[in-house]
């Protein structure tokens, strides 16, 4: 008996689950007479049963004790009480569909966006997931039947461009007062890159963007003209920081020409045009990301703005709109909740009175038609595969690089 573990040296106990490890315990058990050995042959038995299934020696204790009370060891059959299961394994992936859609919004946002899809749209599979809280969505998220489903997104790197602002334009609750700047797609090899032009309106966050291969007056100008035709709704101000590109008589004579409001950045003051700032990021930087594309493609991604990424920038992707509350001492506090959580154009119709703001031609029938036309997560599936093609074709036309001695 003394020799009992000495022996089992270099000896592995192998089984193929719980049950065949528990019938060796109670076999071991009652071949040895364990209950009638004494207290040092005991500590023996116990130890080599210890070595021999890698238990614990409270584990083993306890299989002893339930050995002595019933005469077996076997596997308990209770089952832990659990909560009922509201969301499907369909569900989970039928989230990460939307999330891939469109490059994971933050969660009111995909809220919003799951509960248009089955109030709006009438999607059956989003009937459960409509009535989810923001909370639990997160929850799901980070879940592993989501993870099973779920591509890896990287997250996004906003880009911080110091400006200052001279005059801070007052919209007063109207749709047309226009924040604009410009985000550079970068250089490589001395080789410019091209250049996203922003326009987001303060009320509704209606947004257009443009491309142009160079800055200049010559490329600026007819982009400039054809974001401001793409806003439904008459332009009243122009607001930009100090940059040449758009400080100057050609956009100056364009402006006067159209009876805008043009106003540029005061010194020293950063907060007045952080709407686009903001979007630059969000949007722009997230959707185009930060690689370098040719000037000689700027035509190409103009025309895949107008025709994909506006409409969905401003149809089916929503915005926050903080609520801003005042205290006793008169300082104000900005709050996003998540009913705050609407796309432009919804934000538009919300507007008292909207129908007089909108241009000559422009109405509800005609952009209740372009809303309508297709879901939010069908037309978010539908511009990136356009932005796929568009990056494969930039990439297939891009020139090769000259060998490096």
């Given at each position: 008996?003394?020799?009992?573990?000495?022996?089992?040296?270099?000896?592995?106990?192998?089984?193929?689950?719980?049950?065949?490890?528990?019938?060796?315990?109670?076999?071991?058990?009652?071949?040895?007479?364990?209950?009638?050995?004494?207290?040092?042959?005991?500590?023996?038995?116990?130890?080599?049963?210890?070595?021999?299934?890698?238990?614990?020696?409270?584990?083993?204790?306890?299989?002893?004790?339930?050995?002595?009370?019933?005469?077996?060891?076997?596997?308990?059959?209770?089952?832990?009480?659990?909560?009922?299961?509201?969301?499907?394994?369909?569900?989970?992936?039928?989230?990460?569909?939307?999330?891939?859609?469109?490059?994971?919004?933050?969660?009111?946002?995909?809220?919003?966006?799951?509960?248009?899809?089955?109030?709006?749209?009438?999607?059956?599979?989003?009937?459960?997931?409509?009535?989810?809280?923001?909370?639990?969505?997160?929850?799901?998220?980070?879940?592993?039947?989501?993870?099973?489903?779920?591509?890896?997104?990287?997250?996004?790197r906003p880009v911080q461009i110091a400006i200052g602002e001279r005059r801070l334009p007052d919209p007063r609750g109207q749709p047309g007062y226009l924040r604009v700047d410009t985000v550079?797609?970068?250089?490589?090899?001395?080789?410019?890159?091209?250049?996203?032009?922003?326009?987001?309106?303060?009320?509704?966050?209606?947004?257009?963007?443009?491309?142009?291969?160079?800055?200049?007056?010559?490329?600026?100008?007819?982009?400039?003209?054809?974001?401001?035709?793409?806003?439904?709704?008459?332009?009243?101000?122009?607001?930009?920081?100090?940059?040449?590109?758009?400080?100057?008589?050609?956009?100056?004579?364009?402006?006067?020409?159209?009876?805008?409001?043009?106003?540029?950045?005061?010194?020293?003051?950063?907060?007045?045009?952080?709407?686009?700032?903001?979007?630059?990021?969000?949007?722009?930087?997230?959707?185009?990301?930060?690689?370098?594309?040719?000037?000689?493609?700027?035509?190409?991604?103009?025309?895949?703005?107008?025709?994909?990424?506006?409409?969905?920038?401003?149809y089916h992707r929503p915005c926050g709109f903080a609520t801003v509350t005042v205290n006793a001492k008169g300082k104000q506090k900005r709050e996003y909740r998540t009913e705050d959580y609407?796309?432009?154009?919804?934000?538009?119709?919300?507007?008292?009175?909207?129908?007089?703001?909108?241009?000559?031609?422009?109405?509800?029938?005609?952009?209740?038609?372009?809303?309508?036309?297709?879901?939010?997560?069908?037309?978010?599936?539908?511009?990136?595969?356009?932005?796929?093609?568009?990056?494969?074709?930039?990439?297939?036309?891009?020139?090769?690089?000259?060998?490096?001695?």
């Open positions: 008996m003394d020799g009992l573990v000495q022996a089992s040296e270099g000896v592995d106990f192998r089984c193929q689950g719980r049950a065949e490890m528990y019938g060796w315990v109670e076999a071991t058990l009652v071949h040895w007479e364990y209950h009638s050995q004494g207290k040092k042959q005991k500590g023996t038995i116990r130890s080599y049963i210890r070595k021999m299934t890698g238990l614990s020696m409270p584990q083993v204790t306890r299989l002893i004790r339930l050995h002595r009370g019933t005469g077996c060891v076997k596997t308990s059959r209770k089952r832990r009480r659990r909560f009922p299961s509201k969301y499907t394994v369909a569900d989970f992936a039928l989230l990460a569909k939307v999330d891939e859609a469109h490059q994971r919004l933050n969660g009111p946002a995909t809220r919003r966006i799951l509960e248009r899809e089955w109030e709006v749209f009438g999607k059956k599979e989003f009937e459960r997931l409509s009535g989810i809280s923001v909370s639990h969505l997160y929850n799901m998220r980070r879940s592993e039947g989501y993870g099973k489903h779920a591509i890896y997104l990287a997250p996004t550079h797609q970068g250089d490589q090899d001395g080789k410019k890159g091209v250049y996203h032009i922003n326009a987001v309106d303060t009320v509704t966050q209606w947004e257009v963007v443009g491309c142009v291969s160079q800055i200049s007056e010559q490329f600026l100008i007819p982009v400039l003209e054809a974001i401001l035709h793409q806003f439904p709704f008459r332009i009243l101000g122009f607001h930009t920081d100090n940059g040449s590109e758009y400080v100057n008589r050609e956009v100056c004579r364009l402006l006067e020409k159209l009876r805008v409001e043009f106003t540029k950045s005061r010194a020293y003051r950063t907060q007045d045009n952080a709407l686009v700032e903001g979007k630059n990021g969000a949007v722009i930087r997230k959707h185009m990301g930060n690689q370098h594309i040719g000037g000689e493609h700027a035509e190409a991604i103009q025309k895949y703005y107008t025709a994909h990424f506006n409409p969905y920038l401003n609407a796309t432009p154009y919804e934000k538009l119709k919300q507007i008292a009175q909207a129908e007089q703001y909108l241009k000559a031609g422009v109405t509800w029938e005609k952009l209740d038609c372009k809303a309508n036309s297709a879901s939010d997560t069908e037309f978010a599936q539908r511009i990136m595969k356009a932005k796929s093609e568009l990056l494969r074709s930039c990439r297939d036309r891009q020139a090769p690089l000259p060998p490096r001695w």
